[in-house]
Protein backbone atom coordinates (compact mmCIF):
# COMPACT_ATOMS: atom_id res chain seq x y z
CA UNK A 1 0.00 0.00 0.00
CA UNK A 2 1.07 3.59 -0.90
CA UNK A 3 1.97 5.79 2.34
CA UNK A 4 -0.67 8.46 1.14
CA UNK A 5 -3.81 5.80 1.38
CA UNK A 6 -2.27 3.88 4.44
CA UNK A 7 -4.52 5.41 7.96
CA UNK A 8 -3.50 8.38 9.85
CA UNK A 9 -4.47 8.33 13.86
CA UNK A 10 -5.03 11.35 15.91
CA UNK A 11 -5.89 10.78 19.60
CA UNK A 12 -8.45 8.54 19.07
CA UNK A 13 -9.51 9.09 15.48
CA UNK A 14 -8.25 7.24 12.46
CA UNK A 15 -8.74 8.42 9.03
CA UNK A 16 -8.80 6.18 5.88
CA UNK A 17 -6.00 7.59 4.35
CA UNK A 18 -3.82 11.05 3.86
CA UNK A 19 -5.69 12.63 1.11
CA UNK A 20 -7.84 14.95 2.64
CA UNK A 21 -10.13 18.05 1.62
CA UNK A 22 -9.18 21.34 2.52
CA UNK A 23 -12.21 24.27 3.60
CA UNK A 24 -14.22 25.61 0.85
CA UNK A 25 -16.27 28.60 1.58
CA UNK A 26 -19.19 28.07 -0.65
CA UNK A 27 -20.85 31.86 -0.03
CA UNK A 28 -23.98 30.12 0.12
CA UNK A 29 -25.71 29.94 3.14
CA UNK A 30 -28.08 32.42 4.47
CA UNK A 31 -28.30 34.21 8.02
CA UNK A 32 -25.41 31.49 8.78
CA UNK A 33 -27.48 27.86 8.35
CA UNK A 34 -25.93 25.66 5.40
CA UNK A 35 -28.36 23.90 3.04
CA UNK A 36 -28.73 21.30 0.12
CA UNK A 37 -25.75 22.88 -2.04
CA UNK A 38 -23.52 22.23 1.19
CA UNK A 39 -24.50 18.61 1.62
CA UNK A 40 -24.27 17.79 -2.19
CA UNK A 41 -20.66 19.57 -2.23
CA UNK A 42 -19.78 17.76 0.67
CA UNK A 43 -20.83 14.81 0.77
CA UNK A 44 -19.62 14.26 -3.03
CA UNK A 45 -16.36 14.00 -1.68
CA UNK A 46 -16.52 11.34 0.62
CA UNK A 47 -17.81 9.28 -2.25
CA UNK A 48 -14.85 10.10 -3.85
CA UNK A 49 -12.59 8.47 -1.13
CA UNK A 50 -11.53 11.42 1.34
CA UNK A 51 -9.84 10.35 4.26
CA UNK A 52 -11.32 13.75 5.50
CA UNK A 53 -13.80 16.26 4.65
CA UNK A 54 -13.23 19.64 6.01
CA UNK A 55 -16.09 21.61 6.15
CA UNK A 56 -15.94 25.34 5.24
CA UNK A 57 -14.35 28.12 7.37
CA UNK A 58 -17.89 29.04 9.85
CA UNK A 59 -18.11 31.62 11.78
CA UNK A 60 -18.22 31.46 15.48
CA UNK A 61 -19.95 34.87 15.81
CA UNK A 62 -22.15 36.64 13.15
CA UNK A 63 -19.37 39.56 12.77
CA UNK A 64 -16.98 36.94 11.84
CA UNK A 65 -18.12 36.03 8.70
CA UNK A 66 -15.92 36.57 5.25
CA UNK A 67 -19.21 37.85 3.75
CA UNK A 68 -23.02 37.73 4.82
CA UNK A 69 -23.32 34.37 2.95
CA UNK A 70 -20.75 32.48 4.74
CA UNK A 71 -21.76 29.48 7.06
CA UNK A 72 -21.90 30.06 10.79
CA UNK A 73 -21.61 27.93 13.61
CA UNK A 74 -22.53 30.11 16.90
CA UNK A 75 -26.06 29.30 17.02
CA UNK A 76 -28.42 26.14 17.74
CA UNK A 77 -30.36 26.64 13.90
CA UNK A 78 -26.38 26.35 12.20
CA UNK A 79 -25.38 23.44 14.22
CA UNK A 80 -28.76 21.47 13.26
CA UNK A 81 -27.96 21.92 9.69
CA UNK A 82 -24.49 20.63 9.84
CA UNK A 83 -26.08 17.43 11.65
CA UNK A 84 -27.25 15.41 8.44
CA UNK A 85 -24.20 16.78 6.22
CA UNK A 86 -21.99 15.15 8.46
CA UNK A 87 -24.09 11.68 8.66
CA UNK A 88 -23.95 11.70 5.07
CA UNK A 89 -20.15 12.10 4.83
CA UNK A 90 -20.05 9.42 7.48
CA UNK A 91 -22.16 7.21 5.57
CA UNK A 92 -19.79 7.30 2.72
CA UNK A 93 -16.80 6.13 4.81
CA UNK A 94 -15.12 9.55 5.42
CA UNK A 95 -14.65 11.53 8.58
CA UNK A 96 -15.69 14.84 8.93
CA UNK A 97 -14.14 18.05 10.16
CA UNK A 98 -15.20 21.76 10.90
CA UNK A 99 -13.03 25.33 10.69
CA UNK A 100 -14.06 27.13 13.56
CA UNK A 101 -12.95 31.05 12.14
CA UNK A 102 -13.71 35.01 12.35
CA UNK A 103 -12.68 36.69 9.49
CA UNK A 104 -11.31 40.22 11.54
CA UNK A 105 -10.89 43.10 9.66
CA UNK A 106 -11.60 40.88 6.30
CA UNK A 107 -14.99 40.27 7.13
CA UNK A 108 -18.25 42.10 5.94
CA UNK A 109 -17.05 41.51 2.09
CA UNK A 110 -18.91 40.80 -0.79
CA UNK A 111 -18.90 37.34 -1.96
CA UNK A 112 -16.66 36.44 -5.15
CA UNK A 113 -19.60 36.21 -7.45
CA UNK A 114 -21.91 38.50 -6.41
CA UNK A 115 -22.65 41.64 -8.71
CA UNK A 116 -21.24 44.23 -6.48
CA UNK A 117 -17.87 42.70 -6.11
CA UNK A 118 -14.83 44.30 -7.21
CA UNK A 119 -11.63 43.11 -8.10
CA UNK A 120 -10.73 43.54 -5.09
CA UNK A 121 -14.56 42.39 -3.79
CA UNK A 122 -15.14 45.79 -1.42
CA UNK A 123 -16.74 45.78 1.98
CA UNK A 124 -20.36 45.39 2.43
CA UNK A 125 -21.83 48.70 3.80
CA UNK A 126 -23.94 48.41 6.93
CA UNK A 127 -27.06 49.63 4.43
CA UNK A 128 -26.58 46.74 2.60
CA UNK A 129 -26.28 44.22 4.98
CA UNK A 130 -22.62 44.38 6.07
CA UNK A 131 -21.42 45.31 9.68
CA UNK A 132 -18.08 47.30 10.92
CA UNK A 133 -15.49 44.60 10.72
CA UNK A 134 -12.67 44.33 14.18
CA UNK A 135 -9.49 43.54 14.61
CA UNK A 136 -6.50 44.02 16.45
CA UNK A 137 -5.58 47.15 15.56
CA UNK A 138 -7.71 49.83 13.45
CA UNK A 139 -5.72 49.34 10.14
CA UNK A 140 -7.83 48.35 7.65
CA UNK A 141 -7.50 45.28 4.72
CA UNK A 142 -6.06 47.58 1.37
CA UNK A 143 -9.45 48.38 -0.46
CA UNK A 144 -11.79 47.37 2.70
CA UNK A 145 -13.23 49.74 5.63
CA UNK A 146 -11.56 49.68 8.28
CA UNK A 147 -11.83 47.72 11.32
CA UNK A 148 -12.64 48.75 15.06
CA UNK A 149 -9.80 47.97 17.08
CA UNK A 150 -10.93 44.97 19.38
CA UNK A 151 -11.26 45.64 23.29
CA UNK A 152 -9.91 43.21 25.68
CA UNK A 153 -13.54 42.00 27.07
CA UNK A 154 -14.73 41.80 23.21
CA UNK A 155 -11.37 39.58 23.24
CA UNK A 156 -12.81 37.68 26.07
CA UNK A 157 -15.75 37.23 23.96
CA UNK A 158 -14.56 35.87 21.32
CA UNK A 159 -12.58 32.83 22.77
CA UNK A 160 -15.80 31.87 24.81
CA UNK A 161 -17.27 31.94 21.20
CA UNK A 162 -14.38 29.28 19.52
CA UNK A 163 -15.56 27.11 22.50
CA UNK A 164 -19.27 27.61 22.40
CA UNK A 165 -18.49 26.49 18.62
CA UNK A 166 -16.17 23.57 19.57
CA UNK A 167 -19.08 22.05 21.34
CA UNK A 168 -21.84 22.68 18.94
CA UNK A 169 -19.53 21.04 16.06
CA UNK A 170 -18.91 17.95 19.12
CA UNK A 171 -23.02 17.92 18.90
CA UNK A 172 -23.42 17.80 15.02
CA UNK A 173 -21.26 15.09 15.21
CA UNK A 174 -17.62 16.63 13.38
CA UNK A 175 -14.97 14.00 14.18
CA UNK A 176 -12.18 17.11 14.63
CA UNK A 177 -12.20 20.51 14.49
CA UNK A 178 -9.95 23.07 12.71
CA UNK A 179 -9.10 26.81 14.13
CA UNK A 180 -8.26 29.13 11.21
CA UNK A 181 -5.22 31.18 12.07
CA UNK A 182 -4.34 31.78 8.38
CA UNK A 183 -4.86 33.55 5.76
CA UNK A 184 -5.24 37.16 6.93
CA UNK A 185 -8.27 36.43 9.35
CA UNK A 186 -8.53 37.36 12.87
CA UNK A 187 -6.33 34.92 14.31
CA UNK A 188 -3.47 35.57 11.92
CA UNK A 189 -3.61 39.45 12.27
CA UNK A 190 -2.78 39.16 15.97
CA UNK A 191 0.01 36.46 15.36
CA UNK A 192 1.56 39.07 12.50
CA UNK A 193 3.68 42.41 13.40
CA UNK A 194 1.58 43.39 10.22
CA UNK A 195 -1.65 43.65 11.04
CA UNK A 196 -1.33 43.89 15.46
CA UNK A 197 0.21 47.05 16.72
CA UNK A 198 -1.38 46.71 19.85
CA UNK A 199 0.70 47.66 23.26
CA UNK A 200 -1.64 45.67 25.68
CA UNK A 201 -0.88 41.59 26.79
CA UNK A 202 -2.07 40.74 23.21
CA UNK A 203 0.56 42.76 21.01
CA UNK A 204 4.36 43.35 20.71
CA UNK A 205 6.36 40.39 21.12
CA UNK A 206 5.70 37.06 19.29
CA UNK A 207 4.51 35.08 22.50
CA UNK A 208 1.83 38.27 23.34
CA UNK A 209 1.01 38.27 19.81
CA UNK A 210 0.30 34.02 20.11
CA UNK A 211 -1.42 34.85 23.00
CA UNK A 212 -4.79 34.75 21.69
CA UNK A 213 -4.41 31.48 19.57
CA UNK A 214 -2.96 29.86 22.11
CA UNK A 215 -5.46 30.81 24.72
CA UNK A 216 -8.44 29.37 21.92
CA UNK A 217 -6.53 26.12 21.97
CA UNK A 218 -6.19 25.75 25.34
CA UNK A 219 -9.77 26.13 26.16
CA UNK A 220 -11.46 24.36 22.91
CA UNK A 221 -9.10 21.62 24.25
CA UNK A 222 -10.49 21.16 27.60
CA UNK A 223 -14.22 22.09 26.38
CA UNK A 224 -13.68 18.73 23.95
CA UNK A 225 -11.47 16.85 25.93
CA UNK A 226 -8.39 14.83 25.53
CA UNK A 227 -9.67 11.90 22.78
CA UNK A 228 -10.61 14.84 20.17
CA UNK A 229 -8.31 15.97 17.56
CA UNK A 230 -7.77 19.69 17.04
CA UNK A 231 -6.21 20.96 14.15
CA UNK A 232 -4.85 24.29 13.40
CA UNK A 233 -4.27 26.11 10.18
CA UNK A 234 -1.19 28.66 9.52
CA UNK A 235 0.27 31.15 7.13
CA UNK A 236 3.72 30.22 7.69
CA UNK A 237 4.81 32.99 6.09
CA UNK A 238 3.24 36.93 5.11
CA UNK A 239 5.09 36.90 1.76
CA UNK A 240 5.46 40.56 2.60
CA UNK A 241 8.62 42.55 4.01
CA UNK A 242 8.45 42.87 8.34
CA UNK A 243 5.82 39.68 8.39
CA UNK A 244 5.64 36.79 9.79
CA UNK A 245 8.20 33.87 8.34
CA UNK A 246 8.04 30.07 8.79
CA UNK A 247 10.56 30.06 11.62
CA UNK A 248 7.90 32.51 13.51
CA UNK A 249 5.12 30.59 12.68
CA UNK A 250 7.09 26.97 13.64
CA UNK A 251 7.87 28.73 17.15
CA UNK A 252 3.93 29.47 17.45
CA UNK A 253 3.34 25.66 16.38
CA UNK A 254 5.78 24.26 19.45
CA UNK A 255 3.67 26.33 21.70
CA UNK A 256 0.35 25.29 20.24
CA UNK A 257 1.34 22.02 20.30
CA UNK A 258 1.95 21.97 23.99
CA UNK A 259 -1.27 23.60 24.53
CA UNK A 260 -3.15 20.77 22.89
CA UNK A 261 -3.04 21.06 18.74
CA UNK A 262 -2.52 17.43 16.85
CA UNK A 263 -1.92 18.78 13.48
CA UNK A 264 -0.76 21.75 11.92
CA UNK A 265 -2.30 22.57 8.34
CA UNK A 266 0.41 24.64 6.44
CA UNK A 267 -0.95 27.32 4.15
CA UNK A 268 0.72 30.67 3.41
CA UNK A 269 -0.19 34.67 2.78
CA UNK A 270 -3.51 36.28 2.92
CA UNK A 271 -2.66 38.72 5.39
CA UNK A 272 -1.62 41.65 2.81
CA UNK A 273 -2.83 42.85 -0.50
CA UNK A 274 0.95 43.54 -1.88
CA UNK A 275 2.21 39.95 -0.74
CA UNK A 276 4.81 38.81 -3.29
CA UNK A 277 3.94 34.61 -3.51
CA UNK A 278 5.71 32.39 -6.19
CA UNK A 279 3.00 30.14 -6.89
CA UNK A 280 4.28 26.86 -8.32
CA UNK A 281 2.97 23.09 -7.59
CA UNK A 282 3.86 22.08 -4.17
CA UNK A 283 5.39 25.66 -3.38
CA UNK A 284 3.89 25.99 0.34
CA UNK A 285 5.46 21.92 1.38
CA UNK A 286 8.79 22.68 2.41
CA UNK A 287 6.72 25.43 4.61
CA UNK A 288 4.89 22.07 6.53
CA UNK A 289 8.22 19.87 6.07
CA UNK A 290 9.92 23.18 8.19
CA UNK A 291 6.93 23.21 10.72
CA UNK A 292 7.29 19.18 11.16
CA UNK A 293 10.93 19.67 11.73
CA UNK A 294 11.00 22.21 14.61
CA UNK A 295 7.89 20.99 15.85
CA UNK A 296 7.76 16.77 15.54
CA UNK A 297 4.08 17.39 15.31
CA UNK A 298 2.12 15.79 12.40
CA UNK A 299 1.33 18.76 9.35
CA UNK A 300 -0.48 18.90 6.57
CA UNK A 301 1.14 19.76 3.35
CA UNK A 302 -1.26 22.13 0.72
CA UNK A 303 -0.65 24.19 -2.42
CA UNK A 304 -1.25 22.94 -6.00
CA UNK A 305 -1.01 19.17 -5.40
CA UNK A 306 -2.97 17.34 -8.44
CA UNK A 307 -2.24 14.23 -8.47
CA UNK A 308 -1.50 11.22 -6.92
CA UNK A 309 2.51 10.53 -7.72
CA UNK A 310 3.03 14.11 -5.94
CA UNK A 311 0.92 13.40 -3.03
CA UNK A 312 2.62 10.34 -2.33
CA UNK A 313 5.71 11.74 -2.60
CA UNK A 314 5.11 14.85 -0.29
CA UNK A 315 4.11 11.69 2.19
CA UNK A 316 7.27 9.29 0.88
CA UNK A 317 9.54 12.13 1.40
CA UNK A 318 8.31 12.74 5.30
CA UNK A 319 7.82 16.37 4.23
CA UNK A 320 4.20 16.10 5.70
CA UNK A 321 1.82 13.94 7.42
CA UNK A 322 -1.54 14.20 5.12
CA UNK A 323 -2.31 15.96 1.82
CA UNK A 324 -5.03 18.68 1.68
CA UNK A 325 -6.03 20.00 -1.66
CA UNK A 326 -9.04 22.23 -2.30
CA UNK A 327 -9.57 23.00 -6.34
CA UNK A 328 -8.40 19.54 -7.14
CA UNK A 329 -11.03 18.25 -5.24
CA UNK A 330 -13.39 20.81 -7.02
CA UNK A 331 -12.45 19.42 -10.51
CA UNK A 332 -12.81 15.74 -9.60
CA UNK A 333 -14.93 15.27 -6.69
CA UNK A 334 -13.23 11.71 -6.78
CA UNK A 335 -9.78 12.76 -7.02
CA UNK A 336 -8.85 10.25 -4.20
CA UNK A 337 -10.03 7.06 -6.29
CA UNK A 338 -7.97 8.70 -9.42
CA UNK A 339 -5.00 9.07 -6.80
CA UNK A 340 -5.29 5.49 -5.94
CA UNK A 341 -5.32 4.37 -9.41
CA UNK A 342 -2.59 6.41 -10.54
CA UNK A 343 -0.34 4.63 -7.75
CA UNK A 344 -1.63 1.57 -8.79
CA UNK A 345 -3.71 1.01 -5.83
CA UNK A 346 -7.25 -1.41 -5.90
CA UNK A 347 -8.63 -0.36 -2.46
CA UNK A 348 -12.01 -0.86 -3.01
CA UNK A 349 -13.64 0.01 0.64
CA UNK A 350 -12.59 3.49 -1.30
CA UNK A 351 -15.26 2.86 -3.51
CA UNK A 352 -18.96 3.13 -2.99
CA UNK A 353 -20.73 -0.23 -3.97
CA UNK A 354 -22.95 1.61 -6.50
CA UNK A 355 -19.45 2.39 -8.39
CA UNK A 356 -17.30 -0.84 -8.03
CA UNK A 357 -18.52 -2.15 -11.33
CA UNK A 358 -16.41 0.86 -12.79
CA UNK A 359 -13.78 0.22 -10.46
CA UNK A 360 -13.88 -3.49 -11.40
CA UNK A 361 -14.20 -2.75 -15.31
CA UNK A 362 -11.22 -1.06 -15.19
Known amino acids: ?6 PISLREQTFRNRLWVSPMCQYSAIDGVVNDWHHVHLAQFASGGAGLVIAEASAVVPEGRISPRDAGIWNDAQRDAW ?48 WVSEAPSPIAYDGFAAPDELSRERIDEIAAAFVAAAHRAVEAGFDAVELHAAHGYLLHEFLSPLSNERTDEYGGSLENRARLVLRVIEEVRAEVGEAYPILVRFSATD ?26 DVSSSGLVAHQQIDAHPGYQVPFAARVREVTGAATGAVGIITTGTQAEEVIASGSADVVLA ?8 HFALR ?17 LRAHRAA
Open 83 to 130: RPIVESIHARGSKAAIQLAHAGRKASTWWPFAEQATAGRGSVAPDEGG
Open 1 to 6: MSQLFS
Open 239 to 264: SAPGGLEVDDVAQVAAWALDAGADLF
Open 339 to 355: AAAELGEAPEHLWPAQY
Open 326 to 333: AREWLRDP
